[in-house]
């Protein structure tokens, strides 16, 4: 909601001037590109939702010290202390906890679908908000909608989480998820995708008030169809990739989307409905892209760093946005429109060059079952142990456990062990 009113309702602030107006702007991803990853490396050691309200706690706090700020300064500290809060790989590693591995892909497409349809009621929201509460107003929103958000997750259920290699340390953690070739291959696909789309965000309005004729008031009407449009097309594609097995296909399928939707904007920017239809191309790829990207990080990553390697992949995101940022505003100044849209589809065509080295992921099946009664003090050391069991997921107030195994890997030994363990017989 700030976005796309600061540069304008921040001149007011005692002390602007456009260089910190844009630090004011850029500072919030900066710190979540640099805390992700702390953040992420004690999720893997602790419980998350404790995290996930001290991040909202910060990001609450942030927004509040910006409100009550007279001076760009102070709305600079508190836009970092509001990156600070940086748990939303946190919020994804707590995710894939309480949702079932076959059902991963919706729920990692939901999240991704909220976050998309956010930003376009945002960008909506955000000049109307201002006009009627002023900046600061606007800034105590957010503060409100942290609080609630710190609410709301009281309703998701504690998990407590077994798994082998849980003792390692931080360093070995973190360099186990840097060392992954197909990991780092994710992690470039989020920083270009989030790179693109920032610079597009940037990139484009001038675009639609120049050559479509539309209004700046009125991009929140262009944006919001094209997103939900894409998000119709997206269920089919998220639908065979899990169900078929076909995640590799498609997502690069994706990327060759987002190349042909550059490609569009190269040469018909200057017609409306060419212009349309090349953003449409693009947002239904993208949307593609943020389903996948974060079912096929929670399949590749290990299971005792799963969350670190969601906070590589977030600091990725947040690093990606702010040189989209940079990159969209230097475009601008080029004042050759046909040249800005081919250095991103060159950027597209590395990341999808890049990408080609992918390997298909490995698919675990989930198990549900209510904990036997008696139970061992090492019962979920006993499962771990078995070959093909791979997580164990306890949820005590609930009496169920949740087991993520590989199918292929269960001989009929492990199978009568499991049922032993169990007290009830294994079904896949």
Known sequence: MIIPVFSVAGQSYDHATPALIGLAVGVYGLSQAILQIPFSLLADRFSRKPLVVLGLLLFAIGGAVAAMSDSIYGVIVGRAIAGAGAVSAVVMALL??????????????AMGMS??????VAFSLGPWLTSIVGISGLFWVTTV???LAIAMLLLVPKTTRHHRNFGQGYIHQLKQVLKMGDLNRLHMSVFSLHLLLTAMFIYVPSQLIEYAQIPLAKHGLVYLPLLLIGVICSFP????????????????TAIVGVILGLLILIFGYTSKYILLIGLGLFFVAFNVMEALLPSWLSKVAPIQSKA?????NASAQFLGAF?????GGQLLMLHNTAIGWTVLTVIAVIWCVVSFG???PRYLSSLVYRLPENMSPHWTQDLLAIEGVEEVVVMSEQQVAYLKVDKKRLDETARHKMTQLLGQDLVI
């Open 96 to 109: 894939a906890d309480v949702t079932r591995e076959e059902q991963r892909t919706k729920a990692m497409a």
């Open 237 to 252: 594609s998220i639908i065979v990739a899990e169900k078929y097995r076909k995640m590799r296909g498609i997502f690069l």
């Open 145 to 147: 909608m942290g609080l």
């Open 115 to 120: 976050i998309g349809l956010s930003f376009v």
């Open 323 to 327: 040189f989209g940022g940079t990159l």
């Open 308 to 312: 670190t390697a969601m906070g590589v």
């Open 358 to 360: 992918l390997s298909q």
